[in-house]
């Protein structure tokens, strides 16, 4: 169940506390048409990481200045996607990098993604890429080389990030180098600060409010002179959709209670192994909650999302709710043993159609 309007919603709370910030929605959190379309009609711009991504939205009509090709390491579809849909911005953090780029894009407006370390992140992208701080400069100089256009610094300090802390330490870190930068020459007008903006989790507490407005402060402050980018994803999908699943069978082994659901780890639930995600179960049912376990329909012994995880007790065709559940999700869904993907249904289109308001269909629900 999808809501175009909390995609709406998500977006404008960044604009009303950064409106410095230019937003490009990472389409790989959820690269849904209607999200897509979305975006485009409230004009956002989009982070790109391969030619699908640039050919999808060349297809529904998005300029190739409004792409951002953010993944540092491209491939040579990606770059001739980029040729193709005239895409002339891209990131990068290798020597082989920049050759690649200046061959077949020349004179490509480029950042360079700059390592920020943190281990407090729910997913720590640093441990992939970012070049460290003491490559940086000779990187800027080899890209300026190259005929680039070296033109900002770009970094992400992880996923899921609950304070402001490590947004802070990076803009540390980026205003040091810029002065270092300037000294040699470089002018450097964007400075991309990536995703990581928070989503309701199990257990975990932050105030979105205050990180924001933290962010911008800062921004104000150091930066007013630049041109901010960001790169949501997991902050703009992941509270836009809720699963409906159904239990399929019950059976119980080495003394607990194993239900399985008709949606598993190959299906909607991808992101227990891929996103390191706990999803909350909701079963409207009432009773003393039991320790169970939780397995999809697939003939894979892999497919088990959760163990021990406490649940009212449930019965064969018992439905349960799962909020919270829009990014990294369906995006990663397979069809593995002929399992068809979750149908998505569009929650305006549900309350539409029933005559109802949100809190009416809530209740309906």
């Known amino acids: 169940m999808l809501s175009l309007e909390q995609i709406e919603k998500n977006y404008d709370i960044l604009r009303t506390h950064i409106p410095q910030m230019r937003i490009h929605y990472a389409m790989k959190a959820n690269p849904d048409l209607r999200i897509l379309e979305t975006m485009i009609d409230k004009n956002a711009d989009f982070d790109v990481a391969s030619d699908g991504e640039i050919r999808t939205l060349a297809s529904l009509g998005v300029p190739g200045e409004k792409m951002i090709y953010a993944n540092p390491i491209k491939t040579e579809a990606g770059l001739k996607a980029c040729v193709d849909a005239g895409v002339t911005r891209m990131t990068f953090d290798s020597e082989s990098e920049i050759c690649k780029i200046a061959k077949w894009v020349p004179h490509a407006t480029v950042l360079l993604r700059l390592r920020i370390d943190n281990p407090k992140a729910h997913v720590d992208l640093n441990k992939k890429f970012g070049a460290p701080r003491e490559k940086a400069l000779s990187l800027m100089r080899l890209a300026r080389q190259a005929g680039l256009d070296m033109a900002g610094i770009a970094f992400h300090v992880g996923s899921q990030v609950t304070t402001a802390d490590s947004y802070l330490h990076a803009f540390d ?15 450097l007008p ?27 402060a800062r921004l104000r402050e150091d930066f007013s002179d630049k041109i901010i980018w960001s790169e949501p994803g997991r902050y703009m999908a992941g509270t836009a959709q809720n699963l409906i699943t159904k239990v399929i069978g019950v059976n119980e082994r080495n003394g607990q209670v194993w239900y399985f659901l008709d949606d598993g780890i190959y299906g909607t639930f991808s992101g227990v192994i891929f996103d390191q995600w706990d999803y909350k179960l909701i079963s409207f049912k009432e009773g003393e909650k039991i320790p169970a376990t939780f397995a999809g329909p697939s ?18 065709d018992d439905l349960l709710l799962v909020p919270v559940c829009g ?39």
């Open 190 to 216: 964007i400075m991309d600060i990536g995703g990581g903006f928070p989503i309701p989790e199990t257990g975990v507490h932050y105030n979105l409010t205050a990180i924001l407005d933290q962010i911008a």
């Open 327 to 365: 990014a990294y999700t369906s995006a990663s869904a397979t069809t593995f043993n002929g399992f068809k993907k979750a149908r998505m249904v569009i929650w305006e289109d549900v309350r539409d159609e029933l005559g109802l308001g949100n809190e009416q269909l809530s209740l309906a629900v």
């Open 173 to 187: 870190v980026v205003h040091e180098l810029l002065e270092e930068a300037k000294n040699e020459g470089f002018d």
């Open 299 to 316: 003939c894979d012994s892999l497919d088990i999302m959760f163990r021990g995880k406490m649940t009212e007790p449930l019965e064969v």
